[in-house]
């Protein structure tokens, strides 16, 4: 039997959802087959709740769900992780850390 983390999906293709910036909250309930007023009361949660789902409010009851937010639910973990001073997103990308310079090694401003 597979563990928990094998079953859990790696990409939103492996869940058989069409890639698109924004969903409805019924395509989210359809995707994560569950309800749609338990996908819009995990809206309402606060934002530091771990059940919380990100999303844009359009009107009063109307939101769209976010890509990412839709990732961060459905357990799929992100693709790049952006360091505290990444020179450039390429390096980012490739994994590459920025050389690190200490104070002594750098030269003295004149004034």
Same mark, same amino acid.
């Given at each position: 039997?597979?563990?928990? !983390?094998?079953? %859990?999906?790696?990409? $939103?293709?492996?869940? *058989?959802?069409? %890639? ?15 309800? /749609?007023?338990?996908?819009? /009361? %995990?809206?309402? $949660?606060?934002? /530091?709740? +771990? ?6 409010? $359009? &009107? +009063?009851?109307?939101? %769209?769900?976010?890509? &990412?937010?839709? #990732?961060?639910?459905? &357990?799929?973990?992100?693709?790049? !992780? @952006? &360091? ?5 997103? =390429? /390096? #980012? @990308?490739? *994994? =590459?850390?920025? +050389? ?12």
């Amino acid at each position: 039997m597979p563990t928990q !983390t094998q079953m %859990r999906p790696r990409t $939103l293709e492996d869940l *058989g959802v069409e %890639r698109k910036p924004f969903y409805t909250t019924a395509e989210v309930a359809h995707i994560m087959a569950m309800s /749609d007023q338990n996908v819009l /009361d %995990r809206i309402h $949660l606060p934002a /530091d709740h +771990p059940q919380h789902l990100y999303a844009v409010a $359009l &009107g +009063p009851r109307t939101y %769209r769900i976010p890509i &990412g937010a839709l #990732a961060q639910l459905a &357990g799929i973990p992100p693709r790049i !992780t @952006i &360091g505290k001073h990444p020179r450039r997103i =390429e /390096d #980012a @990308i490739r *994994g =590459e850390r920025a +050389p690190t310079t200490s104070r002594s090694a750098k030269k003295a401003r004149t004034r």
